[in-house]
């Protein structure tokens, strides 16, 4: 059977009150949606939280999921999205308009090519290796922009195709790529600032 | 950015074309272009090594293992049905304190003995070692045992079976007075349970949602981390903030939701 049907057949048994049904769903995607509320909002007492809510979310709409409109994880994804969303707004919605007022990429931008160029000769791949590494880029990614934060945790982290992402945030898929590829260039930069400083 | 064409390929175009150049969907001759313009371009080349370097840091970060007892919280949270398999973690006499506990010593272990050699350094190998030597000290010091008497010990066989005797006695009082312990707490998780009913089933909502046909999650259309979305929103570091690799330093300070959830539920 196929990953759709026996989330469909899950969903259908859970709608009727089979509560190891449900277990399964919890079973099968707590991981993912952890990861992503952990990337997201960068510790685990909060990516618990609202993993939980997530599943709250979804226990009490899962009769509204409709399999003929979309993959059960774009469904799941859209929900954790939005309580994302809710949480940003209440924990740090102040300070959206700070990161405005800086618009940092300008800056990054006059750096001089000199030095980007110079930046670059850094082996990602192999520092990755380290725990530490992990770290700083967990942080670096803390230090994005909630949309394209968001956009690279689904793209690179969670491996989900441009459209389906684009169906989760509800903007157009030339918008998703234009975050990712923002999101991507902005933590490498962060990244390579970092690395400087360090070195 | 200038829009200055080169191969064949404009810069606002090049850029819109990065993602499908770096998964390999480029037609030949589009790559061909592509390529040229990232090799001349002191503006495109650079964009492109940075999207592709932050895209190689991101897919090498590894996925984290959630908390033991967070399915435990979620299903207690959702249908009320804890666990409807069979778990050799949690039969019963686990509580949600010793898994906290637990988890704490997981990640310290994890952490102190790194260099270890890699089977030791497993989580559940150390717990399993330090829940030994726990219990093991505790039955010592429950049934009277101290350090320093071990110094005077009476090693005559008859002297070891008198003592052996009386600890076993000891032993499985303390063991009595456990057990009266766990039988008092599920009787009152079991009244909580029935006073506080768990969520109502999925299909008890469905009457309320009637005129819901989306398929979509219950939702405000078009949610933004921003009230006033028009404007674009970069990258937020502030001027001259580097990230230092210190975790507690740089970790975004999100106060807790204030939602019903329970992570330390009972
Ligand atoms: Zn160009």
Redesign the pocket.
């Known amino acids: 059977m196929e990953e759709a049907q026996v989330v469909g057949l899950l969903v259908r048994r859970c709608v009727g009150g089979d509560a190891a049904a449900w277990e399964e769903i919890v079973q099968r995607y707590h991981r993912r949606i952890y990861n992503v509320c952990y990337r997201f909002a960068g510790d685990s007492d909060n990516a618990q939280d609202l993993t939980q809510e997530v599943f709250i979310k979804m226990y009490r709409t899962l009769s509204t999921y409709d399999a003929g409109k979309g993959a059960f994880m774009t469904w799941v994804t859209t929900i954790t999205r939005n309580l994302l969303v809710d949480h940003f707004r209440k924990s740090k919605g102040d300070r959206i308009t700070d990161s405005l007022d800086s618009a940092p990429s300008e800056r990054e931008d006059a750096q001089p090519l000199s030095e980007q160029i110079a930046d670059r000769a850094l082996p990602p791949d192999a520092a990755v290796q380290s725990r530490e590494t992990g770290e700083m880029v967990h942080l670096a990614l803390q230090k994005l922009s909630p949309e394209l934060r968001e956009a690279v945790i689904l793209r690179d982290l969670q491996d989900m195709d441009y459209r389906e992402i684009a169906t989760a945030l509800r903007v157009p898929e030339g918008t998703v790529k234009s975050r990712i590829n923002r999101g991507r260039a902005e933590l490498a930069r962060l990244l390579q600032r970092t690395y400087r400083q360090v070195m | 950015m200038p829009d ?1 064409i ?1 191969h064949g390929v404009e ?1 606002t175009e ?1 850029e819109a074309l990065v993602s499908d150049a770096l998964e390999g969907r480029l037609s030949p001759a589009r790559k061909e272009s592509f390529e040229a ?1 990232r090799r001349v ?1 002191g ?2 080349g650079p964009l492109f090594a940075d999207v592709q370097a932050g895209q190689q840091w991101l897919r090498a970060l590894e996925q984290v293992e959630p908390p033991a007892h967070l399915v435990h919280n979620i299903l207690a949270a959702t249908s009320g049905v804890v666990s409807t398999r069979p778990q050799v973690a949690r039969d019963g006499r686990t509580t949600p304190f010793g898994e906290r506990l637990r988890e704490r010593w997981d990640s310290f272990s994890a952490s102190f003995f790194r260099p270890v050699a890699a089977f030791v350094r497993q989580p559940r190998f150390v717990m399993s070692f330090g829940m030994i030597f726990f219990s093991f000290s505790l039955a010592l010091s429950a049934a009277g045992v101290k350090p320093k008497d071990l110094a005077k010990v009476d090693l005559r066989p008859s002297a070891l079976r008198h003592a052996y005797n009386d600890t076993q006695i000891r032993i499985v009082k303390y063991y009595d007075n456990i057990r009266f312990v766990y039988e008092i707490e599920s009787k009152v998780r079991e009244l909580k349970r029935a006073n506080t009913p768990a969520e109502p089933g999925p299909q008890e909502q469905k009457e309320n949602r009637k005129n819901n046909t989306s398929g979509q999650p219950d939702q405000r259309q078009d949610r933004n981390y921003s009230q006033e979305y028009n404007q674009p929103v970069l990258a937020a570091l502030r001027a001259g903030a580097p990230i230092t690799p210190v975790l507690h330093n740089g970790v975004v300070d999100a106060s807790p939701a204030a939602v019903t959830t329970n992570r330390r539920f009972v």
Do not use: P, S
């Open positions: 200055e080169k810069c090049f313009h371009c503006v495109c």
